[in-house]
């Protein structure tokens, strides 16, 4: 990489035409990080060295500990790394733009510092990710790396999420309180993590972040709007594990957002990020299975939890109005994830006009045979093999079935899933 430094002389020396430089002084390195090589040399149009910027001698973040803290300031941080320096007049720490007040440096060994400071307070509207930059007199500051982050974030349930106001306490059930029209607003710039569950809200309207935090998490609204904002369960980087159940409410009636309508999650220019467990979604059976058999041989290796809803398809016989599909719960996971027990084995083998199943059968084994082999036709290998699907997912967005509207709720192939009739 290349380090270049413009000097531009506005005036003469005094007393004289000319221009000239006496000293060029670069401490540390500056963004981007020197990754190509330990160091940098500045060459003079004469070919001589004037300086060179080491990677050995420039500051580095180690640790941040903890990697979130109130808008409010005032959290006390630990930042671990090599900073040449335990004489805390020349440290300086930097949250972004927001200073971190130094409280004490400890000298963890000759070549590693631990630095312990205050955070500033950002403000509600100006939180969210920041770089933590530690700047070493006579060093210079340390290079931004996506390790070295604080988080300025406040928990739902905190009272300067909501300008020093207990949190909003939502609705009550659907059933016994349609009117309610309770809402919560996110405006731009601030960040909220979801850290527990919420009562349903009638309008969630979010033009800043909203985060869910790695725990079980229940939400329920009337409308979901992101007008600009974003709404995060996951990165692709550390998808989320836990369980998150989304539920949506309303009725044929209800006012429709335009354009997007209603009991919805509606997203306008926004970002949603929403990345589950990483599970192996479908694969193929690699032998037949036959009535009575109480397990499946799988073409891929799957991890699919014990208990979990799976779904295989028929090979034999489908219309509009009948299925040889059978839904089974996943009983042990065997053989290095290629053998999978079945349990609870649900067939519909009639449905009505509306695609919804009218008769299903329950059995503790196969109903009808899935095909998993290869047939050569004319020296061409032709694969019948039946698709299996996993039909359990760890973050669920789901329509409420409205018990006032569906005394009597239709269910899902699997047997569990209760569906809308709105």
């Excluded at 949190?167 to 527990?196: A, F, M, N, R």
């Amino acid at each position: 990489q290349k380090l270049h430094i413009r000097i531009e002389m506005l005036s003469p020396a005094w007393g004289s035409f000319r221009y000239g430089i006496k000293e060029v002084s670069v401490r540390g390195c500056s963004n981007p990080p020197l990754s190509v090589s330990t160091s940098v040399t500045l060459k003079a149009k004469d070919g001589e060295d004037i300086f060179t910027a080491r990677l050995s001698l420039t500051p580095k973040v180690i640790s941040v500990v903890p990697t979130r803290g109130s808008t409010a300031g005032g959290s006390d941080v630990t930042i671990s790394g090599r900073f040449f320096s335990s004489v805390q007049d020349d440290i300086t720490v930097l949250f972004g733009s927001f200073a971190c007040q130094v409280k004490h440096v400890t000298s963890i060994s000759a070549n590693q510092q631990q630095i312990v400071c205050s955070s500033a307070a950002s403000g509600v509207l100006h939180g969210g990710l920041k770089f933590v930059t530690v700047t070493i007199r006579g060093f210079g500051a340390t290079v931004r790396m996506d390790s070295a982050s604080f988080w300025y974030i406040d928990t739902w349930g905190a009272r300067t999420t909501w300008g020093g106001k207990a949190p909003p306490t939502g609705c009550g059930s659907w059933v016994d309180d349609k009117q309610c029209t309770d809402s919560v607003y996110i405006p731009e710039g601030q960040v909220v993590l979801l850290d527990h569950d919420l009562p349903r809200f009638y309008l969630i309207l979010i033009e800043g972040s909203l985060i869910f935090d790695r725990t079980n998490i229940t939400l329920s609204a009337n409308y979901i709007l992101l007008r600009g904002g974003t709404l995060q369960i996951g990165t692709e980087e550390e998808p989320f594990t836990q369980q998150v159940q989304i539920t949506l409410y309303g009725h044929p009636k209800s006012m429709e957002l335009p354009t997007f309508g209603s009991k919805v999650i509606a997203c306008y220019e926004c970002k949603m990020d929403i990345h589950g467990k990483p599970e192996v979604a479908w694969t193929e059976l690699a032998a037949t299975a036959m009535p009575g058999d109480t397990e499946i041989m799988l073409q891929e290796t799957v991890a699919w939890p014990v208990d979990s809803k799976i779904v295989i398809a028929t090979t034999d016989f489908e219309s509009p109005k009948s299925s040889h599909s059978e839904v089974a719960t996943v009983a042990a996971v065997l053989d290095g994830g290629k053998r999978v027990q079945l349990k609870d084995i649900r067939v519909c083998s009639e449905y009505g006009f509306s695609g919804l199943p009218k008769k299903c059968v329950e059995s503790s084994a196969l109903s009808f045979p899935h095909l998993g082999e290869v047939k050569t036709f004319d020296e061409t290998p032709i694969s019948f093999r039946a698709e299996v699907g996993l039909l359990s997912r760890n973050i669920v967005i789901q329509g409420d079935y409205d018990e006032t509207l569906c005394p009597v709720a239709d269910t899902a192939d699997d047997g569990i899933t209760r569906l809308s009739c709105n």
